[in-house]
């Protein structure tokens, strides 16, 4: 008999730990490399959020269902309540779903996109297959007959961020009409950036029970440290996805801030269209120094420096500033992904950032 030992999943022990750059190289950093919203949430909202939290119970668990927070975004979303799922994060449900689906489905993803995607397909045992994108000008374009090709005659899963992180490009309309006609299972669209875009597809889930939309409370509500993500989608999408929480999983603290959020939806609006300015100034900016910018429909930038990327590196270092290094991964070559800043912070960026340019 061999040694007794711990009959771990093949694809779980095989993967890295999860590890992104979240430590401060010095107190005084900023955090520009997760695209956070800039700004700390607003104190009133904080205040009415804690005021809420005094008056709640503790020693008692939370609503099973996080019925709160399902009915406060089905409410902001106008989508039929069984239609929406709640997790920790829209981590959380994309993990969720890949757990859910028969072990070895294809998984179709598009390269550059969030890494979380394929991490989760694969630490669950399914098979991702990349697509990459085509660099058309200043944007990036689906590649639909390689999408369509690779999923083959179906059943498969298909999933991407629109507007796509890290390039920040917004996908054509023609190209996710044709996707959502003619792929061959499943499609899910992490719009975890949408409010900075402006634009969803949220309308096409009435007639496509094969579609899930992904949003988050991270991004344009200031929320990452709350953890609360939600998906849109079938009322059977929702119910397999259900299956998979345990028990009591939104805590008291995401129910209200995540109530308290969206019940001052304003407030949400202003903080992105302030994000929204500073990103097309920036951009121009950047572009006025010779760099080659993508345009962009996130809260951030990606910026091609080719062989001066190490250089530019260095210069936001000194200046303390934290980017997200994304030169090697595929489809970015050369390249920093920027979140958009408070103004003093970008301002800060560029004159870095010119200032490795010019060195
Ligand atoms: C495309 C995309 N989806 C999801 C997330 C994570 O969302 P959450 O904080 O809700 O887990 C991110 C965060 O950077 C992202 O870029």
């Known amino acids: 008999m061999s040694a007794p030992s711990w009959p771990w999943a093949a694809s779980v022990a095989s993967a890295a730990t999860y590890r992104t750059s979240y430590i401060p190289k010095t107190p005084g950093e900023t955090k ?16 009415e959020i804690l005021s809420r939290l005094a008056q709640l119970p503790w020693h008692r668990y939370a609503d099973p269902d996080g019925a709160g927070v399902r009915q406060a975004l089905a409410a902001a979303t106008g989508h039929p309540l ?32 969030y890494y979380v995607h394929g991490r989760s397909a694969q630490l669950a045992g399914q098979r991702p297959l990349r697509v990459a994108l085509r660099r058309a000008g200043a944007t ?19 999933v991407l961020s629109n507007p796509n992180n890290p390039t920040g490009s917004l996908f054509a309309a023609a190209a996710l009409d044709r996707l959502l006609a003619e792929f061959p299972g499943a499609i899910v669209l992490d719009e975890a950036y949408a409010e900075f875009a402006g634009h969803t597809r949220q309308a096409d ?8 939309i992904l949003r988050t409370l991270s991004k344009a509500h200031a929320l990452a440290g709350v953890r609360l993500g939600y998906l849109l989608g079938s009322a059977e999408v929702v119910a397999q996805l259900d299956k998979l929480q345990p028990p009591y999983p939104i805590s008291v603290l995401q129910t209200v801030a995540a109530e308290v959020a ?19 100034q920036l951009r121009t900016e950047l572009r006025a120094l010779g760099v080659d910018v993508l345009d962009s429909h996130g809260n951030f930038l990606l910026a091609a420096f080719g062989e001066r990327r190490s250089a530019v590196l260095a210069a936001l270092a000194r200046a303390e500033l934290a980017v997200r290094d994304v030169g090697d991964l ?14 003093a912070a970008n301002a800060r960026l560029l004159a870095a950032v010119k200032q490795a340019l010019d060195g």
Do not use: W
């Open 32 to 47: 520009l490399n997760h695209n956070e919203a800039p700004e700390d949430l607003d104190g009133e909202l904080k205040a």
């Open 82 to 113: 069984a239609g929406v799922a709640v997790g920790h994060g829209a981590n959380d449900l994309i993990a969720r779903l890949m757990f859910a689906l028969t072990p070895d489905t294809p998984v179709v993803l598009v390269e550059p996109d």
């Open 140 to 158: 990036y374009a689906l590649d639909v007959d390689g999408i369509l090709a690779a999923a083959g005659r179906g059943p498969a899963l298909l």
């Open 205 to 212: 889930l009435a007639t496509h029970s094969n579609l899930a």
């Open 262 to 280: 969206l019940s001052h939806g304003e407030r949400a609006r202003q903080r992105v269209a302030a994000v929204v300015a500073e990103r097309q």
């Open 330 to 343: 595929p489809g970015a070559p050369g390249c920093l992904r920027v979140s958009i800043g408070a103004p």
